[in-house]
């Protein structure tokens, strides 16, 4: 059985799951389908076409497949939005259904998008990601699983983010950042995202092989695509980690990808008396 408040509007064709629990004064639109052990915050909105998996928690404020921010958006169509299971959707949240006849933005499995962080239409956010505080995702994006996108941080649209990035909180992006790196400032790649790979247990061998490979790939002179396949060509992509980093740099790119920051940025210290 669920749980549904007197003062929730649920419309035509919605299917709840067992234990759903949906709050005081939510809405919850035509053709939702909402999976099990799922809550709904009072005031919350879930618009027609959306598919929530199992165990998520969506909070008070959010709204769930709006419009897309298209002037060009055909509002006729049918599109929507795809939430995988343990996904935390915090107070806020907006996330925009797909431009296109029957597609989907797609937020992965055990996801957190913290208050006020937005997705816009087309995304997609892979599994075990996190975006924190009044993060902004442009149309098209395409994160990889387990990257931290820090508070306030934006990605600009069609940008493609490799497995376990962070970039850091108020930096932006307008192009690519492959797997494993931190990316800070504006379009910078600044260093390795070492603390997830050892939260991940990754061995030891191939975190040194990824570091090895990350400092010849940066210390190379030409085209990341020609560096990319030259290195794999002489044995560099030996370990799971090093050929998706490499590999990237081989794929189609709509946005380019992100330089290395080689100048160590110089703040001035504040006087002290």
Excluded: W
């Excluded at 958006?73 to 996904?87: A, L, M, Q």
């Excluded at 107070?91 to 998008?113: D, P, Q, W, Y």
């Excluded at 996190?130 to 990257?147: E, N």
């Amino acid at each position: 059985m669920s749980n549904v408040g007197d003062l929730a509007i649920i419309g035509e064709d919605v299917s709840l799951g067992h234990d759903v629990k949906i709050g005081t004064y939510a809405v919850v639109e035509d053709d939702v389908k909402i999976g099990n052990e799922t809550t709904i915050a009072s005031h919350a909105i879930v618009r027609s076409g959306t598919i929530i998996g199992d165990r998520c928690f969506v909070d008070s404020f959010a709204v769930i497949g709006g419009f897309p921010q298209d002037e060009f958006f055909d509002v006729t169509i049918s599109s929507g939005v795809i939430i995988g299971n343990n996904t935390i959707i915090r107070e806020h949240v907006s996330i925009h259904r797909s431009t296109n006849a029957a597609g989907f933005t797609k937020i992965g499995n055990a996801c957190m998008l913290q208050s006020g962080a937005h997705v816009a239409h087309d995304c997609e956010v892979g599994d075990y990601s996190i975006l924190a505080t009044g993060s902004m995702l442009g149309g098209k994006v395409k994160l990889g699983q387990k990257c931290f996108i820090g508070g306030g941080a934006a990605i600009h649209q069609n940008v493609v983010v490799g497995d376990c990035v962070i970039l850091s909180g108020n930096s932006a992006t307008a192009h690519d950042l492959p797997p494993y790196v931190m990316a800070a400032d504006v379009s910078a790649v600044i260093g390795l995202n070492l603390v997830r790979l050892r939260r991940d247990k990754i061995d030891n061998k191939n975190i040194i092989a990824l570091k090895d490979c990350f400092r010849e790939f940066y210390k190379r002179n030409g085209k990341f695509n020609d560096r990319a396949r030259a290195m794999i060509e002489s044995g560099y992509g030996t370990t799971h980690e090093t050929l998706n980093f490499l590999n990237f740099f081989l794929r189609e790119s709509k946005r380019g990808i992100a330089p290395k920051r080689h100048n160590t940025i110089k703040y001035d210290t504040p006087r002290t008396e």
